[in-house]
Nanobody
Framework: QVQLVESGGGLVQAGGSLRLSCAAS????????MGWFRQAPGKEREFVAA????????DYADSVKGRFAISRDNAKNTVYLQMVSLKPEDAAVYYC?????????????????WGQGTQVTVSS
């Protein structure tokens, strides 16, 4: 069982930056690949970024490539999402998720554990 708690969301102007964190409980964080997803009002939850359990492989949605960076610190049981050059269309609730596999995964249904989400608001 893994519990995930996101933090770092907030209000930022377009062009600004935020860093989201996701802290995981338990001693087995390193066996889980991690992902970030987001959901805006009236829209489906969508994939943002994923990282393999060792951190050596990452994957990004086309809409965030070059602006977002996912990373993890297994010693701290934490995964991060650094977001720069934010756009109004990036506004959403951001969720982190965990799946017990070694590789990255962009499919939400394959994730086993989810956090409660953190709100990101981008003003134009």
């Amino acid at each position: 069982q893994v519990q995930l708690v996101e933090s770092g969301g907030g209000l930022v102007q377009a062009g600004g930056s935020l860093r989201l964190s996701c802290a995981a409980s338990g001693r087995t964080f390193g066996i889980y690949a991690m992902g970030w997803f987001r959901q805006a009002p009236g829209k489906e939850r969508e994939f943002v970024a994923a990282i393999s359990r060792g951190g050596g492989n990452t994957d990004y949605a086309d809409s965030v490539k070059g602006r977002f960076a996912i990373s993890r610190d297994n010693a701290k049981n934490t995964v991060y999402l650094q977001m720069v050059s934010l756009k109004p269309e990036d506004a959403a609730v951001y969720y982190c998720a965990a799946v017990r596999t070694w590789k990255t995964n962009a499919v939400a249904d394959r994730y086993e554990y989810w956090g409660q989400g953190t709100q990101v608001t981008v003003s134009s």
